[in-house]
């Protein structure tokens, strides 16, 4: 049960942060956090279970989702870099608008 109230809570911090803040850079780290809880509820749930009849590792899975996140986190940090290169901010109100 506090395994799921953990998981809960990194994923609510993150979803705060998304909601809340105006910065790039703010934002890919909320989702980060929020996909951080989610890989805990899932390891949990996956360790509480057990393994009896399950095909696939739950922790297998989970490693494969980590190294996806690493991999976005590192394109998203890319093109945060070259959107303020070119515009010189990185809030998202001074981004909205689209030019040709």
Request: aromatic fraction near 0%; glycine fraction near 14%.
């Given at each position: ?5 953990v ?12 909601l ?26 996956g360790?509480?279970v057990g ?14 989702a ?8 590192a ?18 109100d001074?981004?909205s608008?689209?030019?040709?």
């Amino acid at each position: 049960m506090s395994l799921v109230l953990v998981a809960c809570s990194l994923f609510g911090i993150g979803l705060l942060g998304v909601l809340v803040r105006r910065d790039i850079i703010a934002l890919l780290a909320s989702v980060e956090v929020m996909l951080g809880g989610a890989l805990v509820l899932l390891v949990g749930l996956g360790a509480s279970v057990g393994h009896g009849g399950v095909p696939v590792s739950v922790e297998g899975v989970t490693l494969i989702a980590i190294v996806v996140a690493a991999a976005e986190a590192a394109v998203g940090l890319a093109l945060l870099v070259a959107v303020a290169r070119r515009r010189g901010t990185t809030r998202v109100d001074d981004l909205s608008e689209v030019k040709g």
